[in-house]
């Protein structure tokens, strides 16, 4: 309505190019680039590349570790803190044990999360020290 449609102002994210299927486990770590479909099983931590990098977890899906991505789409279990820059979205059926990282989070009526639901605007920002401020002197100070 009046012509703000925040769905047509998402951010292009990667077309799926690696499918683990349902059946097939993996014992070690993931690293991908691009779109990840998992409708298998990881038994360790999953990490994405670049910014338009996206997950996507099945319902038969599930991880076991750690989950640091760009995007995310989760309906699949996550046994871990996930971790996510940009975008998640957690389907009716996404069962998530551990924390939950994001910046902007779309999240369905029967989603779960047993953990933290940790809001992270931007990366932190180091403050500088005060010696980089300089000396601030009092106003009518030094006369």
Do not use: C, W
Not at 16 to 39: K, P, Q, Y
Not at 83 to 104: D, T
Request: hydrophobic share 45%.
């Amino acid at each position: 309505m009046f012509g703000n449609d925040k769905r047509a102002a998402k951010s292009t994210v990667a077309a799926i190019s690696t499918l683990i299927a349902e059946g097939t486990t993996i014992r070690g770590d993931v690293h991908f680039r691009g779109g990840l479909h998992l409708e298998g099983t990881i038994d360790g931590a999953v990490a994405a590349e670049g910014a338009d990098s996206v997950l996507t977890l099945s319902e038969k899906g599930r991880v076991n570790g750690e989950v640091h991505v760009s995007n995310a789409v989760v309906n699949g279990t996550i046994n871990g803190d996930l971790r996510v820059a940009e975008r998640l979205e957690l389907a009716g059926n996404a069962r998530i044990e551990g924390n939950v990282y994001y910046k902007v989070l779309e999240m369905a009526a029967g989603a779960q999360i047993n953990g933290k639901m940790v809001y992270q605007a931007e990366a932190p920002r180091r403050l500088a020290p005060p010696e980089a401020l300089g000396a601030l002197e009092p106003a009518g100070a030094g006369a």
